[in-house]
Every structure is written in structure tokens, then in C-alpha cells.
């Protein structure tokens, strides 16, 4: 069994959070002894969190913890409980979108990703999330 643990960072609807919550997660990881999962947890959570500070108007949250399975969970809480459109592959995406590759990025690089409707702050929303084998 690994060693689990279980951070959230809450932050205003303000696309400087992404920067924040991109340093957490470093910190967080890197304390922990999983630098070899930062650079990719960086894009994830970057990810995640930009769509959450983007499509919604209210606070989210950044949530990271290592489950006892050895798995990293990020996940990204807005106030939209509404499902994520389902990402495109890679390959269909135009390179001059300017939407789009959020979701596409996280299904290619993360081991596991999906979504749930969530009340965990006691606000109506979801959670976007996804994981990495950290053993």
C-alpha cells in the first residue's frame, strides 16, 4: 500500500490561479518524491484548471492526492455541474484552434480521466479529473 495523501487549493475565478495551482502541484509532487510526474501533472492541472477558470463563473478548486492504489488524482471543481464536452483526438484538431486541446491533452497523457457531478463545497458542480500511475 502507498503512502496517501490529499491537498486542495482553492481559487477565485481568475486565470492567475492557473500559475498558483501549477506551483502547488509542483511543490506538492516534488515533496513527495514523484518530480518524475511533475512536467506531466503540470499540463494536466493546467488543463483542467484553465477550462474550470474559463467556462464557469464562480470559484474552483484544485484538488491533487495519492491514492492508496498509488495513483495521483487531479482534479479540477467549478460551479458548472454540467458535463465537459468530449474531447477530440489530437490528430483532428486544427493547429490554429483556439479551443479544443484542453480535454484531447488529458485523455492522450493521463493513464485515466473522466468527470462527476459533485456538491463538495457546497455548491452544485463537478469535478473534471484524471490520474497517474505513480508506482
Known amino acids: 500500500m502507498s503512502e496517501t495523501w490529499d491537498y486542495t487549493l482553492y481559487i477565485p475565478n481568475d486565470l492567475r490561479a492557473v500559475t498558483v495551482c501549477r506551483r502547488t502541484l509542483r511543490m506538492v509532487l516534488?515533496?513527495?518524491?514523484?518530480?518524475?510526474l511533475v512536467d506531466t501533472a503540470e499540463l494536466l492541472a493546467t488543463e483542467l484548471i484553465?477550462?474550470?477558470?474559463?467556462?464557469?463563473?464562480?470559484?474552483a478548486a484544485l484538488r491533487v492526492r495519492r491514492t492508496p492504489q498509488g495513483l495521483v488524482w487531479i482534479g479540477a471543481w467549478d460551479t458548472d455541474p454540467g458535463p465537459p464536452q468530449p474531447p477530440q483526438p489530437l490528430d483532428q484538431i486544427s493547429e490554429m484552434a483556439?479551443?479544443?486541446?484542453?480535454?484531447?491533452?488529458?485523455?492522450?497523457?493521463a493513464d485515466y480521466w473522466g468527470w462527476q457531478?459533485?456538491?463538495r463545497f457546497g455548491d452544485r458542480g463537478k469535478y473534471v479529473w484524471c490520474e497517474l500511475e505513480a508506482v
Open 50 to 59: 484553465s477550462n474550470a477558470v474559463r467556462h464557469t463563473k464562480g470559484p
Open 98 to 109: 483556439e479551443d479544443g486541446r484542453g480535454l484531447a491533452l488529458i485523455r492522450a497523457c
Open 30 to 36: 516534488t515533496l513527495h518524491g514523484l518530480i518524475r
Open 117 to 119: 457531478p459533485s456538491g
